[in-house]
């Protein structure tokens, strides 16, 4: 049956085409019609996962996405190549977990807070997820307990999980029973060998870490959203590397720093962006040990290297 118009939701999308869920749960596979392009913004690819979409069913059993409806959300870095324009990693999305690894690969606390910043400035909240767990000795059991006091402290909610011996599983697969979830983080921080473990039978294909460079092999290259078995959804995306943010006004990068955003009203300036300004109680909190020094520092290293409205 054509020309009847029905919503469904973006649970795949390869560039040229998409794979919609329509209210039955069944999938129609979609192409696009003419060109759709989002208010401004300069985006890649002009639909991603999570996106209720309006779309229509051709004679053949597929589809044509006709339109996007309002995205609550979503998450975009700058593409590679294209600075000015942005590619959408995702969209209404209810929770992010960002994957986090002290080696094998080595995620440095630079970039969990480009990645919490981005997260915060789109109001999604962020769950920081240790992955491989079983890993863990001498140095790098050490840090691990620094980075959990670091993020527990500024706030947020962290986990400790082991994909290959089940540690803290059931709990992740816990905390995701409702809405949209999306799992981030760098290339071989294993995603997708969590997911395959939530996901009983999915067999996501999954890719070892390079032995000289300790680096993901980029393994996943479409993001894609799956049911949690007993409520919820996830999406699986590409391993990231850095975030590069279009919406951001260089002087209020600080607001994103939850703990730093508390202190400003202890600040003699209301606009305080702590670095050199008398009276400034984020710099005081900083010195007795209140405020993490690496956060503090983090931000002053994104605060410079901020330009035009982005960061590197
Ligand atoms: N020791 C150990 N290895 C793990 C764990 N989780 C995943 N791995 C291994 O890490 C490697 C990378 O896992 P993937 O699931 O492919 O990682 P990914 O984050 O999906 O990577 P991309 O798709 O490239 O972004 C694989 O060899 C996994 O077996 C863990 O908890 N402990
Ligand atoms: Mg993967
Ligand atoms: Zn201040």
Redesign the pocket.
């Known amino acids: 049956m054509s020309g009847v118009s029905e919503t469904g939701t973006v649970f795949r999308s390869t560039g040229s085409w998409y794979d919609v869920k329509d209210n039955s749960g069944n999938t129609v596979k979609c192409n696009l019609k003419g060109k759709i392009r989002l208010e401004g913004l300069r985006s890649t690819n002009p639909i991603a996962v999570g996106d209720s979409v309006v779309f229509e069913r051709t004679d053949t059993g597929q589809g044509t996405i006709e339109k996007i409806l309002e995205r609550k959300n979503f998450i975009a870095r700058k593409s590679v190549n294209l600075s000015k324009e942005s590619h959408i990693v995702a969209s209404n999305l209810d929770r992010a977990f960002l994957?986090v690894t002290i080696a094998?690969p080595r995620t440095s606390s630079g970039f969990i807070d480009r990645f919490l910043v981005t997260a915060e400035a789109y109001g999604i909240p962020t769950t920081i997820v240790f992955?491989?767990?079983?890993?863990l000795e001498g140095e790098s059991a050490k840090r691990q307990n620094e980075l959990e006091k670091i993020y527990s402290s500024a706030g947020y909610s962290i986990m400790k999980?082991?994909?290959?011996?089940g540690e803290g599983v059931d709990e992740l697969k816990a905390s995701l029973n409702m809405g949209i979830n999306l799992l981030s983080?760098?290339?071989?921080?294993?995603?997708?060998?969590?997911i395959?473990q939530i996901i009983p039978g999915l067999d996501?294909?999954?890719?070892?870490?390079s032995d000289s460079h300790s680096k993901?092999?980029?393994?996943?290259t479409f993001a894609e959203m799956f049911e949690v078995p007993g409520g919820g959804f996830i999406i699986?995306?590409?391993?990231i590397k850095g975030f590069g943010l279009i919406t951001l006004e260089k002087e209020t990068l600080n607001h994103h720093f939850p703990e730093i955003f508390e202190k400003l009203d202890g600040c003699k300036f209301n606009n305080c962006i702590h670095i050199d300004e008398p009276g400034c109680a984020v710099k005081d909190a900083v010195e007795v040990g209140q405020i993490s020094h690496e956060r503090y520092s983090n931000y002053l290293e994104m605060y410079e290297t901020f330009e035009e409205g982005s960061y590197r």
Do not use: C, F, M, R
């Not at 999980?161 to 011996?165: D, E, H, L, P, Q």
């Not at 983080?185 to 969590?194: A, E, M, P, R």
């Open positions: 994957i094998q992955n491989k767990v079983d890993l999980v082991s994909a290959k011996t983080g760098h290339s071989g921080v294993g995603k997708s060998t969590l395959n996501l294909k999954t890719g070892e870490v993901g092999k980029h393994t996943t699986d995306t590409p391993g």
